[in-house]
């Protein structure tokens, strides 16, 4: 034991000596590495929990459990045919795919997974990307999920697919500017776009309670909350997607891998907007009524080495980080087998006519509180 | 050459190309995109000046240039959709009334 | 004299092709959609030189809602693709066009270094100092935009509220002339 963790130390000393492009290199992979291996989970998840709130057994025949139907899934949509329709815009019908799934991977990288990892005299985030305006680039990057959509419904050269690419893309805009309002106010309380400032801000506790986000700012929470279900295009605002009603809405005429990437590209999104949400109302990847001093002082009284200490606090705190994400994520499946669609005028009126309203509000009277409570002309 | 050469660099040429494709295309819409192109010509000049001089009233001019920008998109798309429903298109060919 | 990264070579690159796709394609949606891919790199090389908060409010406001509005219109008005028509009917005209758009833009670029930075930016002082990053970050361009450029913050705000009423009057379907404009 005591050589691996020499032998770690060395390692640790090395990397710290390199220039500082390699972590976050290795923080990229890492983070690619997990996104990869939690979409089959999810979408296993997905299915064992629909059953199960359908008083069903779902998939359990391959492997324990069933554990391998999301493989077997992937198999069989690789061998199958990827059509392409005959007068369609080649290029952007199969740009469109890449386009549902390469936002989501990008937002996912400002997300702050973990404290600091200590390599000798440095320390390192574990976090792709730590920007300073973190918060404005996710809300960016989600923006361009809409292109998917637009151009997979043009590019297919059919009528139905082209209506939900239409109806879908507007309904995504119209909660772009909810989600706007929201983090207006989001801003006001924090003081700070960092992401990871954030997390820390919400690290202490203020009384009994910990000072997440969702206790000093409930309506916004609620609200991004809607507003996830409404980007993600899950149900209840399902209908560009809507089997019922527009065979399948966008991506009608896609199967085979380009279907599999556009599925993999709606889990990653629900990652993003559940990794999101925790990050900034549920404390991110802190452990309630524990600070990361505290861990870490907690690894290091065990007589473990610094670098060594650092990547156990950092793997507590990640599965924190994984708890909340995978209670978000539980929410967003439950919601599915449960709540009916929004109709389209349904829909469009809630957005605009209720939650853009409630969220002007929020932004007023967060204005007005943390004036007064500055202590009026401060 | 120096950073701030290259930027300015690709912001002219990427504003010559939005005045070619302004001055050459007959569609009104794509006439509208190289008026953003301009615009992102304009941007990205006013952005390396900003890093010349370290100092923030680039970026801030092109905060302000970007808002514009915006609202003039919206209300030019909005000016060819009626249009449209009038006359039934777009292109610039069509619109001579002015004309004398 | 600070050299250009690769990355700024191969985004200027990509930005230029992606402009002259726009510019020259026959296909108004792969026009939006290259003006995108323009305004999306962009973006990018705004992040390479340091500012953040531009870059990404590039990519939020010009690339995620601007082209979004952009392709919308186009797919809304069922453009079709059509023939790129040369200025005067004759190839040279374009061609001395590109020549003299190329000799402006070296001219103008020449002139650069007498701009002047007070030696900072060549000194390393500027960088060492991560002055750049702060000077561009959001805090000292929101400081600057809400002080010396209060007016035109607060004017610019006027004219987005133009903008919308303008558009929602100018959207709405006016029963009279569509009407009588069946005939025409």
Redesign the interface.
Known sequence: MESLYRTASNFGDWLGAQSLIYFPVVSVLILAAIILGAVPVLVLAERRGAAWIQRRSGPNRVGPFGLFQTVADAIKLIFKEANLPKRA?L??FL?APALAVIPPFVALAVIPLGGDVLFGPNAYPFQGVN???GL??F???S??H??SV??AG?ASNNKFS?MGG?RS??QM?SY?IVIGMAIVSLVITYGT?DLREIVYLQQSTSGALPAWGVFKQPVVFVLLWICSFAETNRLPFDLPEGESELVAGYHTEYSGLTFALFMMGEYVAMLAASAFLSTLFLGGFNIPFITEAELLKFFLDMNIEQTAASIMTVACQFAALAAKIGFFMWVFIWVRWSLPRFRYDQLMSLGWKVLLPISVMNVIGTMLYSYFAAGGAA | MDQLQLLTGIGIAIFSLGVLGFLTRRSGIIALMCLELMLNGVNLCLVSFSRQHASADGSALVMLIILVAAAEAALALALFVALFRQNGSVELDDYRMLKG | MIEPTILQYILGTLILSTAILTVLGK?P??SA?SL?GTL?LTGLLYFTVGA??VG??Q??IY???IC?LL??IV??LDLKPHNVRIPGRKPVYLFAGGISALFATGLVISTLPALGTNGMLDSGVIAANNLVEDAQ??KAISLTLLSKYMLPFQVTALLLLAAVMGVVVIGQKNKLTDSEGKGS
């Open positions: 815009h290029f952007l740009l920007l300073s305006v404005l680039f809300l960016a990057i923006s361009l809409v292109y637009l151009t043009w082209l239409l893309s507007s805009i772009e776009l | 296909n949606v792969m959609m995108m999306f953040h908060f990404t409010v990519i939020l690339a995620g809602a979004v392709i919308f797919m809304l970050s959001a």
